[in-house]
């Protein structure tokens, strides 16, 4: 494990569950399920075309500040659009590259155009620290020299 591998790594340490909303779904819709799946973010879908993300940032900056209503408001309106994608060979470093220079914590992940999964800044923090403690115990075992030969 190591963080130039590919993001389909860390994929493989999380629900491959994708939560899903319509354009046309209300934001009041966006956030019950965000919060009954225990997510930040959800994909915003049109069949099987990704159209948008809409988030839990989305909804702060784009309802509650403008005094809009969750129940009427649909979510085409409030989502991000120009949204960053990365494939399953991008790099664990490229993805926190991306989601650090772009100021954003999910990263749909597309493999021919398709959507295969979400990957969120927490997924990657998670998958760092069982890179590092793998790491660790291989150390351990060769000071000790429990390693295998």
């Given at each position: 494990m190591?963080?130039s591998?590919?993001?389909?790594?860390?994929?493989?340490?999380?629900?491959?569950?994708?939560?899903?909303?319509?354009?046309?779904?209300?934001?009041?819709?966006?956030?019950?399920?965000?919060?009954?799946?225990?997510?930040?973010?959800?994909?915003?879908?049109?069949?099987?075309?990704?159209?948008?993300?809409?988030?839990?940032?989305?909804?702060?900056?784009?309802?509650?500040?403008?005094?809009?209503?969750?129940?009427?408001?649909?979510?085409?309106?409030?989502?991000?659009?120009?949204?960053?994608?990365?494939?399953?060979?991008?790099?664990?470093?490229?993805?926190?590259?991306?989601?650090?220079?772009?100021?954003?914590?999910?990263?749909?992940?597309?493999e021919?155009?398709n959507?295969?999964?979400?990957?969120?800044?927490?997924?990657?923090?998670?998958?760092?620290?069982?890179?590092?403690?793998?790491l660790?115990?291989?150390?351990?075992?060769?000071?000790?020299?429990?390693?295998?030969?």
């Open positions: 190591e963080i591998d590919p993001v389909s790594t860390a994929m493989h340490h999380k629900s491959r569950e994708l939560w899903r909303i319509t354009p046309d779904s209300t934001v009041l819709a966006a956030i019950q399920l965000m919060s009954d799946k225990n997510v930040g973010a959800l994909l915003v879908m049109e069949g099987d075309t990704l159209v948008g993300l809409v988030s839990e940032r989305d909804y702060t900056r784009n309802v509650v500040l403008k005094g809009k209503s969750s129940k009427g408001t649909p979510v085409s309106e409030v989502m991000t659009v120009d949204v960053s994608c990365v494939t399953p060979e991008h790099s664990v470093e490229k993805c926190l590259q991306i989601m650090t220079e772009k100021r954003i914590r999910h990263l749909p992940v597309l021919n155009g959507v295969v999964g979400i990957i969120s800044i927490g997924d990657l923090v998670k998958w760092i620290i069982l890179a590092q403690n793998a660790i115990d291989q150390l351990d075992h060769y000071i000790t020299g429990a390693y295998p030969a």
